[in-house]
């Protein structure tokens, strides 16, 4: 079984500034994928970043990077230059063959 | 490349009612899948096709949920008799497989109150 701990309910941040998501999850795949994805109020789920397991170099995507560790099984979010538009709910989730195991989720507020 | 479409995006119905929803997934997408999402909590996996062939069924499909993608395009989900603990937001998904294996898009969702 897979399992996927987002331990910040809700996190804020001011405009410009940085913030940063956690992470952590249990497999016993060897091979399998992370991901971020962003579900803003009342609007689809939309893919923010991924990262494969064997790679060791961390993903960016513009605003966005990840700090996978995976000795330590976690995979934090990094969002830099915060925008009005960041504001939404971040899903963590794996996927090593079909389904994707998402956590709870982390609310972000970003404030003006 | 529409992208994913779901629907209806809002359904209310009565306790014991029978519910339908359907997914369009991206066209040449082989994988069509199916979460719940109850509030406050993440998705969570209920079933996948591959082309026609559903191949998976998690623990929380019940014998009153059913799932058909007959043509192996759109798919269709099914709630009978429904409780009101089957109040979520039904999430559909699609991925390619051989490319982007593991990385699903999903569609708007279709939010389904049981009065």
């Known amino acids: 079984a897979q399992t996927v701990t987002q331990s910040q309910p809700e996190m804020s941040v001011q405009e410009a500034e940085t913030v940063t998501l956690s992470c952590t999850y249990d497999?016993?795949?060897?091979?399998?994928?992370l991901f971020w994805y962003k579900q803003p109020p009342s609007r689809q789920m939309i893919l923010v970043i991924r990262?494969?397991?064997?790679?060791?170099q961390n993903a960016t995507e513009n605003r966005f990077s990840v700090n996978f560790q995976k000795a330590a099984k976690s995979f934090s979010l990094k969002i830099s230059d915060s925008q009005l538009g960041d504001a939404a709910m971040y899903f963590c989730a794996i996927n090593s063959g079909y389904a994707l195991n998402f956590g709870k989720g982390t609310s972000l507020l970003v404030t003006p | 490349d529409t992208g994913v479409s779901q629907d209806p995006r809002h359904k209310i119905t009565k306790r014991g009612q029978n519910v339908t929803f359907r997914c369009d997934p991206i066209s040449e997408h082989n994988r069509l899948y199916w979460y719940r999402q109850t509030l406050g909590q993440g998705p969570e996996f209920l079933t996948y096709f591959q082309n026609e062939a559903q191949l998976e069924k998690s623990r929380l499909l019940s014998d009153r949920f059913s799932a058909e993608r007959p043509k192996g395009s759109f798919s269709t989900l099914e709630i009978q008799r429904t409780e009101q603990g089957d109040s979520a937001m039904y999430l559909c998904?699609?991925?390619?497989?051989?490319?982007?294996?593991?990385?699903?898009?999903f569609g708007p969702g279709t939010r389904l109150t049981v009065t």
């Open positions: 998904a699609s991925s390619l497989v051989d490319r982007d294996f593991y990385e699903q898009y």
């Open positions: 990262q494969e397991a064997y790679k060791q």
């Open positions: 497999t016993s795949e060897s091979d399998y994928y």
